[in-house]
């Protein structure tokens, strides 16, 4: 049998009521979950922000330079 999911914000009376009414269906399961976002800090989350925005602005790093220079900071080979 398929699973379906469901998302929504609960700001709204109709989404709580669709989910109230969800509930009380005994094939029905509701688990609340949040998104990895949600459970970053404000000080992550504004990191990730300006990390974007450099790379956006083409201020960025490669992965290939990033293994390059951690390669050479532990004097192991590519």
């Not at 976002?37 to 083409?58: C, F, H, P, R």
């Amino acid at each position: 049998m398929p699973n379906y999911t469901i998302s929504t914000q609960e700001v709204s009376n109709r989404a709580n009521a669709l989910l109230d009414y969800l509930k009380s269906i005994d094939f029905v399961k509701i688990s609340k979950s949040s998104d990895w976002w949600e459970t970053l800090t404000v000080e992550e989350q504004s990191a990730i922000y300006k990390s974007v925005e450099l790379l956006d602005n083409g201020e960025g790093i490669n992965q290939s330079e990033v293994r390059k220079n951690v390669n050479s900071l532990l004097s192991k080979d590519e």
